[in-house]
């Protein structure tokens, strides 16, 4: 893509409305633009981010044998009546009368259409479990939209639920997710940590939110440091393979402000180990047996006797995800951000000097150019009169991982290459290609 | 994919509610699941033949240029106000008041609000073209939703709009999409013709609906038969070449009845060329300069001088196809349908001869089945005891193209393969692998 041609409208300075920092950058870097409150449009390079997110929680969810449909946005207010959910569910419910005046709402969350779908189609207790998990648009109609899009009103979410047969068969249901969400967000470079946590409007008794680190977090955590050192590599989509992780993990005290106690805190992990800061959820999953299949009637047939299966569901904010990686990336100190090069918008950047009546540079950026892309990389070239410095101002901010820089004295066995807030080193075109395909595949 | 496994929840029997073809087989084969009045879930089957489609058209968008990006389904009514549009759209539009009264409405197309984007990002016109598309659900709160996912209330389409500085640039633009829309289609297999149309609510006075034909359309179409053999194959994205494509097309009379006239009709086309049939819209292209960047006041600056943008806007029913495809594609009367391999839900089935208490059979076709997975096809294999005449009739239903059966002769160089609607031949894994493979990349 040639920066000219691109759909990439940057701010000069930090829009004064954004008050943490991936909102400001996301602004600044053209990313979204608000089209009211909490709710925004994705322009090209925040779409490009955002989809590639979404693939890796697709692929994810996929490796664990969840089955992908698609849920519309509108449902019917029938279903929220059935399971008792449409007076609790408050404000937040974006309600709608259609033409013929039927109450309809944008749905905030799907237990109760994807209880609908199950019931009306798997009878028998053989067919399960049944995983599934659907990538669509919700609407929390929040009263102080906030900080961008982490704390908007429409925002694009992957929501999977279970059935199984037994409270057994289900946890082992749930530990699927445990790990696919562990893989996921590892995918993305980011350490996210499994927190026993409250379930609140969705109900259950178990449940887990996974928590990155950010100092502009909304969630206070209290940890034993220990648990960013447990290793989920070696753990296979197994029973006890599974089971044995989740211990690993529950070994070490994690938790965030609803569930907190000084004592337990003190007690369980020695002072040495003790971190208290915030975090950014990322993640949300839930058990609550026949909360739902009870209050709906979801049956399967069990040796002739009608059973109320057993369910769970599982959250990840796909667009909040863009803001919390920009949290946990950016240094808005020095204002560089940089992408994990798995959803950064472009592999590299192409960034040529170019003098004004002199095309020789740009002609040689070009060139360069073209091989990156017929090699398989994505890349922008910067081909405006912009002068160098302020290209790369630029440039740190867009985050693209990897800068080719072409200079005064272009040399090809030597091209200047950097990796964004590291020294330039000066290599051929062929192993700056190996380098990015090399951490690509990483 | 184990059939047993599987999310495809199959009815016996043709559904009494659908009264089209497309309707009657998405609901038998577990497509889609009607959730409300013109609203749908996409189950497993249906979702994997919609992303198909929808990765096509995303792929012929970005081969002419045009760059993705993703709005909001929820729109502020301010900016449909500023255009004039509020108080014309009717009852068609889904107006949602939030919970602070705002004024807020369901997005059913989107010039208004990708104008607001443009006008707030783009300031000179050496920015100039700009084509930008997404792909998003939208609602249209029809009076009577019927024929399923052809004629519902919430769908998913890819609209694009195109920004430039003179009719004559913004006319390259249209043709882009012409070739575009030509090249999405004929990817899926359909014959779709560019017929002359009324612009509507749209606007504007230069407009092509793309037409498939198919006896259960809504459009009635007169035509030039002839038009069938125009070749588009070696037009290229030059201004020259597109336009000399347009004239191929043009050369042939092609309405739809709102444009229709007989005396137009007979002067212009010999008797034996003349086709009056129905067809499915599957397309739609509009140019209307000014309309919307004169009452939206979105300008460029052009030597100094403030000059209005020229629009058009490009419509593709990214869900609506799949039910039209079926429409081209499903012989009801023999109950086989066919998917083009490009949007087929799988690549290939395997369907084995199970007999009771002998396993024999099925960890052959397991066997196969995982060579299959191996070489990178996507497979569904059923493994259910029941017999071989309902599993292919079944399998005629699902219309995957290619069927392996394992019948109790199994002989790995004589492999029984079964293209939909044609006669078995008897040939190897490695001979069946190169079929496939061949015609995917067609």
Request: proline letters at 3%.
């Amino acid at each position: 893509m040639y920066f000219s041609k691109s759909f990439i409208p940057i701010l000069k300075n930090n829009p004064t409305e954004a008050k943490i920092k991936s909102h400001q950058l996301m602004l600044r870097t053209g990313m979204i633009k608000q089209s009211s409150a909490g709710i925004y449009s994705w322009l090209p390079l925040g779409f490009k981010v955002m989809k590639k997110i979404e693939q890796i929680v697709r692929e994810e969810q996929n490796k664990v044998g969840v089955q992908e449909i698609l849920m519309p946005t509108i449902q019917s207010s029938d279903i929220w009546k059935e399971s008792g959910r449409y007076d609790d569910y408050g404000e937040e419910m974006l309600r709608i009368k259609d033409r013929q005046n039927r109450e309809m709402l944008y749905g905030p969350t799907n237990e109760e259409l994807v209880t609908e779908i199950f019931r009306s189609s798997i009878k028998s207790y053989k067919s399960l479990p049944q995983l599934l998990y659907h990538i669509q648009w919700k609407f929390r109609d929040e009263l102080r939209p906030r900080f961008g899009i982490m704390r908007c009103r429409e925002f694009y979410m992957k929501d999977a639920y279970s059935f199984d047969i037994s409270d057994d068969e289900a946890l082992y249901s749930y530990n699927k997710f445990f790990l696919a969400y562990l893989n996921t967000f590892k995918r993305m470079d980011l350490s996210a940590i499994p927190m026993a946590a409250d379930t609140g409007p969705i109900g259950g008794n178990l449940s887990h939110e996974f928590i990155i680190l950010a100092n502009t977090g909304e969630s206070k955590i209290f940890t034993d440091k220990r648990i960013f050192n447990v290793d989920s590599s070696s753990t296979t989509i197994d029973q006890n393979s599974l089971l044995e992780l989740r211990n690993n993990y529950e070994k070490f005290y994690a938790v965030t402000d609803e569930k907190f106690s000084k004592k337990e805190f003190e007690d369980n992990v020695n002072e040495e180990n003790r971190l208290q800061t915030k975090g950014i959820e990322v993640g949300h999953i839930f058990y609550f047996g026949d909360k739902y299949s009870k209050s709906m009637n979801a049956t399967v047939d069990y040796n002739g006797k009608k059973e109320f299966v057993k369910m769970g569901s599982y959250g990840i904010g796909v667009s909040r995800l863009v803001g919390a990686i920009i949290e946990a990336k950016y240094d808005d100190k020095k204002e560089i951000m940089k992408w994990p090069i798995s959803v950064s918008p472009y592999d590299c950047c192409v960034l040529p000097i170019i003098n004004k009546n002199d095309n020789s540079n740009l002609e040689k950026a070009v060139n360069i150019y073209n091989l990156l892309k017929k090699s398989g990389l994505d890349v922008l070239i910067d081909d405006t009169d912009e002068n160098l410095s302020s290209k790369i101002k630029k440039f740190n901010l867009l985050g693209i991982p990897y800068q080719i820089i072409i200079g005064k004295n272009f040399n090809e066995n030597k091209i200047e290459f950097k990796e964004i807030d590291r020294e330039p080193i000066y290599i051929s075109l062929e192993e700056i290609i190996k380098k990015i395909k090399d951490k690509k595949s990483n």
